[in-house]
């Protein structure tokens, strides 16, 4: 009887408009995400593993978006293991590369502000580079959690998928950067919210919107699997 009950719950909650789902999703799970927060940012202390931690987060708020509740730790850390060897140096070079882009958005921002026009034109430039960035690597770690595609035909999937002309990509950039910006603009005042809760909460948001680009990934990953077989 639970297992029907909790079948007809998702049932209802998958008619429900995508945002009304995001929003009971993240209220019933919120102690799910707390712990999903913190092992996600015990995972990163090291730095040098941020992309390996951030692809198996992914692993577990893509099954959330999904409707499904994974066992947190036992997931977690299969993704973690299982993927370190494709995430870290492909996870590194993006990294890096969102790194001197943001450093730009906010040197030439603070110029910009400053009402020097010659910044405005760079600050543009390296805000679209950034936001190109953050969509891709929010694919491309998707995938790789999600998938078993070829590293070649992930990255050229994230491009496309980077680069479509989509509200969703939007929403998922407008929740990282409103999640991810407070934790650094109102530091040390959302100190406890960042420890706690931001972080996986704009990465559910982010695997709510980017899902339909996902799914199709994950067909094709499908269809290659069964013609392989």
């Known amino acids: 009887m ?11 909650q998958q008619k429900q408009p995508e945002v009304l789902r995001f929003f009971a999703v993240a209220f019933e799970e919120l102690w799910y995400l707390v712990k999903l927060n913190v092992l996600l940012l015990a995972a990163s202390v090291p730095v040098l593993t941020l992309p390996v931690s951030l692809t198996a987060a992914l692993r577990i708020t893509s099954l959330l978006a999904a409707e499904q ?19 870290l140096p492909l996870g ?3 990294t890096l590369l969102a790194m001197l882009a943001a450093f730009g958005v ?17 600050f543009l430039c390296l805000f679209v580079m950034l936001a190109f960035l953050t969509l891709f690597g929010l694919y491309f770690y998707s995938m790789l959690a999600m998938c078993e595609l070829p590293v070649f035909d992930m990255l050229r999937n994230a491009l496309i998928l980077s680069v479509a002309a989509s509200w969703r990509n939007a929403a998922a950039f407008f929740a ?36 339909p ?7 094709t990953d499908a269809d290659a699997n069964m013609q392989t077989e």
């Not at 960042?194 to 909460?201: M, R, S, V």
């Not at 680009?213 to 067909?219: D, Q, Y």
């Open 2 to 12: 639970k297992g029907k009950r909790g079948r007809e719950k998702r049932g209802l």
């Open 69 to 87: 509740r994974p066992p947190l730790w036992s997931t977690f850390w299969k993704t973690f293991l299982g993927e370190w060897k494709r995430a």
């Open 92 to 94: 590194w070079v993006h």
């Open 106 to 122: 906010y040197v030439y921002g603070g110029a910009a502000l400053q009402e020097n026009p010659a910044a405005v034109l760079p």
């Open 176 to 211: 990282l950067i409103l999640c991810n910006g407070a934790c650094l603009m109102f530091f040390p005042i959302t100190l406890p919210l960042a420890i706690f809760l931001l972080p996986a909460l704009g990465l559910l948001a982010a695997s709510f919107a980017i899902r």
């Open 213 to 219: 680009g996902l799914l199709r990934c994950m067909k």
